[in-house]
């Protein structure tokens, strides 16, 4: 039986992969790094990877990988004795990155050369970056490391231990979206707080990318706040009535609704509300244009469970409500998506989408349900206002709410009524 050996570029590329660790190896040294593994050794090590790919190919036999990995385990051990005698240093880098080199070599004899090209930009990036990741690592804090790992047990251990399925009377109770609620505002306020810090426009950024999936738990954040200058009470008043309120609108409401029906019909009719929304919240953003962003250290905590489950609980009996309604009174579908606009206007979009394409509901009603729960989610912060300390923070708040609420909420009657 005639055998097929990989072709011989496959060998330069094996070369060129070793000759890309090698090559960052050398920089380092010349920077004072104290680096064993030169651009040489680097490429001799890869081809003897492909080397061993070879005689499995021309033996077929397994047993030729442990006979290589025996190889590469002698001449990696050597490598870092003679690095520990020189430096005094027990670091495994080098150690590690050998066995890798040697294994890229063989994956590009194998076969597997995406998987080569991927270990090989990792192990240059990761070696590259070796000291920016030990600077960056100096400046975590415990506290910060104890919240990711709280909400990582949240969301990974607790979360599918719960029974996702409906429970207690008309099944109002289901475990597992009440903690996946737990987990998603966590995670908000976990993202909020990192952007926060990292970021010099961290409270805008950090509130537009946490209303992509809940505003009013980036209000909710916001609020909460300390307001140390004077200054960062019009930062919360502009983050809370633009940065949450733009995502929900565009993304939550128009982006869902329409990739759930692709139905131009429907943004068609949606015009009146959209138009209303945007041209309210420009106004909005123009005047706070230069109150959107303040320099300042984080003053909120990385993953404030008590505040996270106080807002869950409230997001569910809210959610819990709008059941009931719908349970109890189905004629009032207005007053059921109004109220399920306060809790996730993203939630409203996509039931109302799947009624569309269920032909349930024309899409002039849809548009005018949308609406009322776009509204419901603006009106929505006015209340929320009243968790800050600051009168100034509450009264403009309120009144900049109302006013943008009431005026979606008029606009939504149009398509229905071509008012």
């Known amino acids: 039986m005639q055998i097929q050996l990989p072709a011989v570029y496959y060998l330069l590329l094996a070369i060129a992969l070793g000759s890309i660790i090698g090559f960052e190896n050398e920089y380092r040294k010349q920077k004072g790094a104290e680096i064993f593994v030169g651009l040489r050794t680097a490429i001799f090590i890869t081809i003897l990877g492909y080397i061993f790919s070879l005689l499995y190919y021309l033996t ?12 590469i385990l002698v001449i990696a051990t050597a490598i870092y004795l003679e690095k520990i005698r020189i430096t005094g240093s027990p670091g495994a880098t080098t150690y590690a990155s050998t066995f890798i080199m040697f294994f890229i070599g063989m994956f590009v004899g194998l076969g597997y050369y995406t998987y080569a090209i991927v270990f090989t930009v990792l192990v240059a990036a990761i070696s590259m970056y070796k000291r920016e990741f030990i600077e960056a690592i100096s400046r975590v804090k415990e506290s910060e490391i104890l919240a990711a790992i709280n909400l990582l047990i949240i969301t990974f251990v607790i979360l599918p231990l719960f029974p996702n399925a409906y429970i207690g009377p008309y099944n109002f109770f289901n475990p597992f979206e ?24 961290g409270l805008f950024l950090s509130s537009i990318l946490g209303s992509l999936i809940t505003g009013t ?21 502009y983050n809370v009535l633009f940065s949450s309120n733009l995502p929900m609108v565009l ?39 230069n109150k959107l962003n303040y320099r300042t250290r984080s003053t909120v905590s990385p993953f404030p469970i008590k505040a996270t489950l106080e807002f869950a609980v409230v997001f569910f009996l809210i959610f819990t409500f709008a059941r009931a309604t719908q349970i109890f009174i189905p004629a009032f579908l207005p007053v059921t998506i109004f109220i399920s606009g306060i809790v996730n206007v993203a939630g409203a979009a996509l039931s109302l989408g799947t009624l569309l394409l269920a032909k349930k509901l024309s899409a002039d009603y849809v548009a005018y349900l949308i609406g009322l729960a776009i509204s419901a989610g603006v009106l929505e912060k006015a209340v929320l206002g009243f968790i800050s300390k600051d009168r100034h923070v509450r009264r403009v708040i309120f009144a900049g709410s109302m006013i943008l609420g009431l005026a979606i909420f008029a606009s939504s009657f149009i398509p229905l009524y071509g008012i």
Not at 221 to 232: F, I, N, Q, S, V
Request: glycine share 8%.
């Open 60 to 71: 077929q036999n397994a047993g030729v990988f442990a006979i290589g990995t025996a190889t």
């Open 251 to 289: 993304v939550q409401a128009l982006a869902i609704v329409y990739f759930s029906t692709l139905s131009s019909a429907l943004i068609y009719s949606l015009l009146p509300v959209i138009i209303v929304s945007l041209a309210g919240l420009a106004v909005i953003g123009f005047i706070g244009r």
């Open 217 to 237: 738990a980036v209000s909710f954040r916001l609020l909460g706040m300390k307001l140390k200058a004077k200054k960062m009470s019009d930062v919360v008043i």
């Open 178 to 201: 009440f903690w996946l609620i737990v987990a998603t505002v966590g995670a908000v306020f976990f993202i909020q707080y990192i952007v926060l810090k990292t970021s010099k426009f």
